[in-house]
């Protein structure tokens, strides 16, 4: 069974440093990742996404993901954190059960920026 | 473009009762998630809908709770009887096919079970 690991409950940085959000993964085949981003009283919202192609991903909001193969990481990074990207961070991958069209999320890590 | 909907936005009830959410996906999209989140457990997916037709609902915990989507525009889950564990965020998420791993959630139900 496909499965991500977020090894972090929260991240502190301070504002203006660069922050990274680690996630590691396990799947059998070609991996699908994603990362989605959950502010406060709110739902889920798609950042970024890596399917093929090149190793480093840019998404929403100047957030970017490198892929790395041989060590099975998709670490989310941001060159200069803001107050406003404190929230919960998921990242997930595809779930390649009998259909094959739904994810499995990580447990999250919550981000806190401080000014 | 309104998003996905979701009703209502807080329930609280008593154990035992029936708890009906809502959730109006956003028009066009013919993928249709359930997920509840919790602190103990995190995000789990119950139940997922393609076309209308439920694909996969291996995630639904029990009997209890029961899910239908009787045309494109509009979902619902049931829990019968309701108990305190069921407490959690429901959320409600679309996608189109052509770009599935992107989906779109709702604000969430915050179920309180008393």
């Known amino acids: 069974a496909q499965s991500v690991a977020q090894p972090e409950d929260q991240v502190n940085v301070a504002e203006g440093n660069p922050l990274t959000v680690k996630c590691t993964y396990s799947?059998?085949?070609?991996?699908?990742l994603f990362w989605y981003v959950q502010y406060p009283n709110r739902g889920l919202q798609f950042l970024l996404k890596y399917i093929t192609g090149d190793n480093l991903v840019k998404g929403s909001y100047g957030f970017e993901a490198e892929f790395n193969k041989s060590q099975t990481s998709f670490h989310l990074k941001k060159p200069s954190a803001l107050v406003s990207d404190s929230a919960l961070y998921f990242c997930a991958v595809r779930d390649m059960g009998a259909a094959g069209n739904k994810l499995t999320f990580g447990g999250g890590t919550r981000v806190l920026v401080k000014p | 473009d309104a998003g996905v909907i979701q009703s209502p936005r807080h329930e609280v009830t008593e154990m035992g009762q029936e708890v009906t959410l809502r959730c109006k996906p956003i028009?066009?999209?013919?993928?249709l998630f359930w997920y509840r989140q919790t602190m103990m457990r995190g995000l789990e997916l119950l139940i997922y809908f393609n076309n209308n037709v439920p694909i996969d609902d291996s995630g639904m915990p029990e009997d209890r709770f029961s899910a239908k989507m009787p045309n494109a525009s509009f979902s619902t889950l049931k829990i019968q009887p309701s108990e305190p564990r069921d407490s959690a965020v429901y959320f409600c998420?679309?996608?189109?096919?052509?770009?599935?791993?992107?989906?779109?959630f709702g604000p969430g139900t915050r179920l309180t079970v008393t």
């Open positions: 998420a679309s996608s189109l096919r052509r770009v599935l791993h992107e989906q779109y």
């Open positions: 028009s066009g999209h013919d993928y």
């Open positions: 799947v059998s085949g070609n991996p699908y």
